[in-house]
């Protein structure tokens, strides 16, 4: 009956996808093809109302084996791709712009230019949620391929500009500048919606300071960093801060842009510029916010051999020392700490191992240790007579100085 | 650590997920995701380099193996398997059931309750079945009128029982109405454990069972830890596993890496008080504490990294609640993340106890009913993240109400399907200290936690079975990230790879993170049954079983050993095994891959087991591995079948010739009897009785006082033996009762005067009428004796010197025999009372026998069928098919 037949043809389809999903997962590219060839017979009487229908399937399956099979070309590639566009609607812009990554990941640029603009005039009836968002992006890449060609000719210009004049220049000029209307339009319209736009939202930036444009990248970067539609996205608020410090802004908003970005990431790499543009401050707050901000920094495992960060915090922590003053500063800091640091950072294996790999390392952490727990700390105690040992004079200093300066490590801890 | 200068473009969005869902076979396939510009320094020179979110290349590691090979000795001990589908399913419908899922399953529940009745006889039906016994007739013939009035005959029944079930599945079913009767008669009061309750226990049960044979999250995480001794680059290490029957014994194996894994010395072993479900382990400060979860403890054990040094027990914690997750710190020595499911989340600090985080028995982010939770560190060591199947938080152990962000959520944020949710977190610190991976059913995530939500990587994995296990391996600076995945009950496994970092070593800034090469394959252990040698069809049937077993844990290292790279995977199936397989690193890609690997996984060719042309050994070592493995595999299970079967039909085993070895020669008795056979053969009549009564009845022993209480049927034996049978019974039943037995008897004598002989074969079969008869033998009164009875047995204490016996004779055989048999003899020759009931286990395997000795005297008779009830019963429960326990 058909009933019979209908299962029947989907048991052998699914056997014969089994085996595709085999061979691939174990890099039988060959054998994969093959099975691929009878898989296209599925085609011919769809009946599933899956999620992922067949011809979704061959165009997945097909793209992957042509991208590792030995024996594929480009030029198979592209007629593959030009018949999976048309074998299905719905996922026309899906496979198209599949298609552009795969050219532009081949340096084949002019290609994909040519495939993106032929997409976009792309119209059938009414658009998806999903089309819409994939018709964004499409217009996206083709903004962005619009700015590579843009700074390509700003190049040659700048280039040109020193020893040449004339006409050749001013087509250049007058192309690069329908570039720069093309990017830009394009450009501007994704970043609007809520995503992570880095790539785009650089170039844009990138495009409106070429043109001396601040006002308006200013309020594109501060839109993407303090949107709070948009993912608490790093990068949007090192975008800013760059900026900012590009038109030679205040250390005020400069320090105002980085706290942010304290706030959201204690681990960025930015927060050595912080602290020491914090250390530099006359105001005692903000010196007292640098120490935090090393401080909360080297919580992070990430920072736990960061040499330039330990010595942040040991000129730091010695100023203070050496001072007298604000010693609650760091009483405040290592409270929090106290109960976890020394397992953390300074035990006595991790002294052996830092004395071996890093010896400035071991140097700074020494110092803070010093310091924060005392001379008789197994940190201390075990790199100051390493140094001792191999006569190196900073380590003999050192061992002067937590020394001299053991009684503030009573009053921390106290 | 850096911040990726440049992330791959996304949407975001917030809400729900809107993606219709399902698993996807071909999902993973075929995307780039998105593309960023490679190489921003070369922009000037040429055209901009792209680089795609997936699709990359990748590291090309090789099999080094067609299959997985066996690390240790098969663990020894039987291995009993969890319940299949087709134990608690209905009928046959397992295939499409599974698939439908779990409201599409119909659970067998009748036939598990009707295992608990056969298995449980005395739980279930004790002290009624003791009330009942005379009303129960469980003879072949018909009960006959005055006895009908209180006595069944449950032969009928159970053939009504029979029939139906012979109809099962015949839509026109027709209930016997005897058996409707029945039911409907007894169901109230028959049951020790009153019906209802059983049932309800046993259904939650069955729903139990069956939700974890859909999935199983106790073992989330996995059971199986690799801890390398000393520095990365050396050859030796440690597996930590569970083993034994139940699972409870924790084993720290030293092994050996050389072309294959070996183990070096025994492993250094703790039993343990439950079930091992997972073995977390983390190496801090040259030290691995090793964290060993089971549902109500979990511990923590502390390795020294040198090698040879034992392995210290240092804590143990006791929960109310089944604990769901413990995980070992990274950063701090001792501290670990335990979760239980009543959705509490400790931070466990072995010098300073327990602190308890959060106690939330509500999901997160929307409403599951999953009581899992799960709980890792992140890249700040007093920062844990906790997990439930909606999503992933982060919170502080210093102000845990007060500091948290999500990290992960089921939702539009991360793109995921409509009823996706996390299977597994597990933090990357050992490749990035601020990235995470979240596994669900569909896809696989990674996650930063400086960029929360929205995941940095996504990928749709396209297992058959959700992942439970995963496994990082760390890449040096320029080189991938490998990431296993490995789900239990398909015993997948994948091997992913990824990278964070530009591919030149200028030390450009941090790249986003980007998956290289396509997913790999590797062997399952299931997978290299058809490498094996052909087997016998049992052995095959029990190597399938025993390959087939769900996985329960997953490691893996990575080891240099000059020019060439390998990648050993660890694979811990329930059955306690440990499987291996090596993967070799291609450094240059060949100019023409061969299709060596195409051709030799077909199935039917096994290179396994052919001697390679480059091996000098002849058969490779996996083979010689295999081999071994067999062999123990199947010396251990005859071993493990010999113990369980029936005891065996030779006496020697049973006693020692000594014990065999009666009184020097015949006793009076013996030969007194021997004398009367051969005398009535010589006259070719037939001996319709013994006579012990006229015979001199043997000196007989004190009947032994039974410890701990009598036992009914021995004392009531011993009454009967010595005479005082009728006593013994009237103090045990009231009058009427005997009465109406003497009724009985009274007919039965004169059946039996019109009939001859009655055939002993229903005495074989049911103690009842055993009993009828018995006391129709004591109470008889003076013996009826044939017209062809030998005169001289009539004389009392005639000397047996008269006709010695025949040492050869055949005749003479069966009477010590006989005598042997009565636990009275037995006794004398001091055969202990638990002996005497293996021997009567022993002759029910003679019940069940075809011949008959044709003509016994009935006293013999029923002490030959004594134990035949109870010792069939046992036999037949342990013949039946291994049933899956229910928790009984």
Redesign the interface.
Request: net charge negative; aromatic share 14%.
């Given at each position: 009956s058909s009933h019979e037949h209908k299962l029947n043809f989907k048991r052998s389809k699914e056997a014969c996808?089994?085996y595709i999903?085999?061979?691939?997962?174990?890099?039988?590219w060959?054998?994969a093809a093959e099975f691929l060839t009878f898989y296209v017979e599925s085609l011919e009487k769809d009946y599933s109302r899956?999620?992922?229908g067949p011809s979704?399937?061959i165009?997945?399956?097909?793209?992957?084996i042509l991208?590792?099979h030995?024996r594929s070309s480009t030029k198979e590639f592209n007629c593959f791709m030009e018949q999976m566009k048309t074998l299905g609607v719905k996922r026309y812009l899906k496979v198209c712009l599949?298609h552009v990554?795969?050219l532009?990941?081949n340096?084949q640029?002019d290609e994909a230019y040519q495939n993106l603009s032929l997409a976009e005039s792309w119209r059938f009836g009414e658009q998806t949620a999903l089309q819409d968002?994939e018709m964004k992006?499409i217009q996206?890449y083709r903004g962005l391929l619009d700015y590579?060609s843009w700074?390509k000719q700003k190049?040659i210009l700048l280039e040109h500009g020193k020893c040449l004049d004339g006409f050749a220049d001013l087509s250049v000029e007058q192309e690069m500048h329908s570039c720069f209307r093309k990017a830009a339009m394009n450009l501007k319209e994704?970043i609007k919606?809520?995503?992570?736009?880095?790539?785009?939202v650089?170039c844009y930036v990138d495009l409106l300071e070429f043109y001396g444009d601040h006002n308006e990248a200013c309020q594109v970067l501060n839109e993407y960093a303090y949107n709070s539609?948009?993912?608490?996205?790093?990068?949007a608020h090192?975008y800013l801060y760059q900026f900012l410090k590009r038109q030679g802004e205040s250390k005020k908003s400069l320090i105002s842009a980085l706290k942010i970005l304290h706030d959201?990431?204690p681990?960025?790499?930015l927060m050595i510029d912080f602290n020491t543009m914090l250390q530099k401050s006359k105001k005692r707050k903000k010196r007292r916010l640098g120490l935090e901000v090393i401080f909360a920094a080297l919580?992070?495992?990430?920072?736990k051999e960061n040499v330039k960060a330990w010595s942040c915090l040991a000129r730091q922590v010695k100023q203070i020392v050496i001072s007298g003053k604000h010693l609650d500063w760091i009483k405040q800091e290592w409270n929090?700490r106290k109960d976890?640091w020394p397992?953390?950072h300074f035990?006595r294996?991790?002294a052996k191992r830092n004395w071996q790999e890093n010896k400035s390392l071991s140097y700074e952490k020494a110092l803070v240790a010093g310091i924060l727990l005392g001379k008789d700390c197994k940190y201390f105690k075990y790199v100051s007579h390493q140094g001792c040992k191999a006569q190196v004079k900073r380590f003999r200093m050192l061992k002067k100085f937590v020394n001299r300066h053991n009684p503030v490590y009573l009053r921390i801890s106290g | 650590m850096e911040f990726p200068a440049v992330l791959f473009p996304s949407y975001f969005g917030a809400g729900p997920p809107r993606e219709e869902g399902g698993p996807a076979l071909a999902a993973g396939w075929g995307e780039h995701g998105q593309v960023l510009e490679g190489s921003p320094g070369r922009r000037q020179q040429a055209q901009p380099g792209f680089v795609p979110r997936r699709g990359g290349t990748g590291e090309t590691w090789n099999p080094a193996e067609v299959a997985a090979v066996p690390v240790l000795p098969p663990s020894a001990g039987r291995w009993i398997p969890s319940p299949a589908p087709q134990d608690i399913l209905y009928r046959n419908n397992v295939c499409w059931k599974l698939r439908a899922g779990r409201s599409g399953a119909t659970l067998d529940f009748a036939k598990q309750l009707g295992h608990f009745f056969e298995d449980h006889p005395e739980d279930a039906f004790g002290s009624m079945g003791r009330l009942l016994h005379k009303n129960f007739f469980l003879g072949n013939s018909k009960v006959k009128r005055p006895a009908r009035s209180s006595t069944i005959r449950m032969t009928a029944l159970m053939q009504d029982i029979d029939r139906l079930e012979a109809r099962r599945g015949c839509h026109q079913q027709h209930l016997a109405s005897r058996l409707r009767w029945f039911s409907h008669l007894c169901r109230d009061w028959l049951f020790e454990v009153p019906l209802g309750l059983l049932a309800d226990c046993l259904h939650e049960e069955l729903l139990l069972q069956w939700s974890d044979l859909l999935f199983d999250d106790s073992l989330t995480g996995g059971a199986l830890a690799w801890l390398p001794t000393g520095d990365t680059g050396s050859r030796t290490g440690r597996l930590v596993y569970p083993g034994g029957q139940a699972m409870n014994h924790l084993f720290f194996q030293d092994i050996v890496v050389e072309e294959l894994p070996r183990a070096r010395g025994s492993p250094a072993q703790f039993e343990l008080s439950g079930r091992i479900r997972q073995v977390a382990a983390a190496r801090v400060d040259g030290e691995d504490f090793v964290g060993v979860r089971s549902d109500y403890h979990c511990g923590v054990w502390k390795v020294p990294g040198r090698t040879g040094t034992a392995p210290a027990p240092l804590q143990v914690i006791h929960t109310d609640v089944p604990a769901s997750c413990l995980t070992v710190s990274p950063h701090l020595p001792g501290e670990l993340a335990v979760c239980t499911q009543s959705g509490t989340v400790y931070l466990w600090n072995v010098e300073t106890g327990l602190q308890q985080l959060r106690h939330e028995p509500q999901t997160m982010f929307f409403r599951d009913h999953s009581p899992w939770r799960w709980s890792d560190f992140t890249a700040h060591p007093r920062v844990l993240s906790c997990a439930d199947r909606t999503g992933l938080q982060c919170l502080d152990a210093r102000a845990p109400k007060k500091c948290h962000f999500d990290l992960f959520k089921v939702g539009e944020e991360a793109g995921c399907q409509q009823g996706e949710r996390v299977v597994l977190p597990m933090y990357l610190g050992r490749a990035h200290p601020s990235q995470y991976l979240v596994t669900t059913q569909f896809s696989m995530y990674i996650l930063d936690e400086r960029l929360p939500l929205v995941p940095v990587l996504k990928w749709a994995h396209m297992m058959k079975a959700p992942p439970l296990f995963a496994h990082l391996m760390p890449g040096d600076p320029g080189r991938t990230h490998k990431v296993l995945l490995g789900a239990s009950r398909t015993q997948e496994l994948l091997l992913l790879q990824y990278q964070g970092e530009r591919w030149s070593s200028r030390g450009g800034s941090q790249s986003a993170c980007q998956l290289a090469g396509a997913p790999q394959k590797l062997h399952s252990i299931a997978g290299c049954l058809q490498h094996l040698p052909t087997q016998l069809p049992h052995h095959h049937h029990q190597l399938q079983q025993r390959l087939g077993a769900p996985a329960a844990g997953l490691a893996a290292m990575l080891q240099e050993d000059g020019t060439c790279e390998t990648m050993l995977v660890f694979q811990l199936s329930e059955a306690g095994d440990v499987f291996c397989q090596r993967l070799t690193h291609e450094t240059a890609h060949p100019p023409a891959p061969t299709s060596r690997d195409e051709a030799t996984t077909a199935p039917g060719s096994s290179p396994l087991f052919e001697a390679p042309a480059s091996s000098p050994l002849g058969l490779g070592t996996a083979a010689l591995r295999y081999h071994r493995w067999l062999r123990a595999l199947f010396r251990g299970c005859r071993e493990a079948t010999q113990h369980s079967l029936p005891p065996s039909l030779s006496q020697r085993r049973l006693f020692t010739c000594k014990e065999l070895e009666g009184p020097t020669g015949p006793t009076a008795l013996q030969r007194q009897v021997r004398q009367w056979l051969r005398q009535v053969m010589q006259e070719g009549g037939h001996i319709q009785r013994w006579e012990p009564m006229a015979l001199q009845p043997p000196p007989l022993p004190q009947p032994p006082e039974p410890e701990g209480g009598p036992d009914l049927l021995s004392t009531r034996l011993t009454a009967a033996w010595s005479g005082d049978w009728e006593q013994w019974w009237e103090d045990r039943t009231s009058f009427s009762m005997a009465q109406r037995q003497r009724a009985l008897r009274e007919r039965r004598r004169r059946q039996k005067q019109t009939r001859g002989r009655r055939s002993l074969s229903a005495s074989f079969t049911s103690s009842l009428t055993y009993q009828s008869e018995l006391s129709e033998l004591s109470d008889a009164g003076p013996p009826v004796l044939s017209p062809g009875r030998p005169h001289i047995l009539s004389q009392e204490g005639s000397p047996p010197a008269s006709s010695p016996p025949l040492p050869g004779s055949p005749l003479a055989s069966p009477a010590p025999e006989e005598a042997l048999l009565s636990s009275q003899s037995l006794h004398c020759r001091g055969i202990p009372k638990e002996r005497r009931k293996t021997l009567r286990d022993y002759l029910s395997v003679w019940a069940e026998a075809p011949p008959e000795p044709p003509e016994l005297p009935g006293s013999q008779a029923s002490q030959l069928c004594i134990p035949s009830s109870q010792s069939q019963l046992s036999s037949a429960s342990q013949t039946r098919r291994k049933r899956p326990r229910m928790g009984f």
């Open positions: 996808l089994s999903q085999d061979a691939m997962l174990q890099k039988q060959k054998r899956e999620p992922i979704e399937m165009w997945r399956i097909g793209t992957e991208c590792h030995s599949e990554f795969h532009l990941c340096g640029i968002k992006l996206a590579y700074s190049n994704i919606i809520p995503g992570v736009w880095d790539l785009f650089k539609k948009f993912p608490a996205n790093p990068n090192v959201i990431v681990s960025h790499e919580d992070y495992a990430g920072w929090s976890w397992a953390f035990s294996y991790l | -």
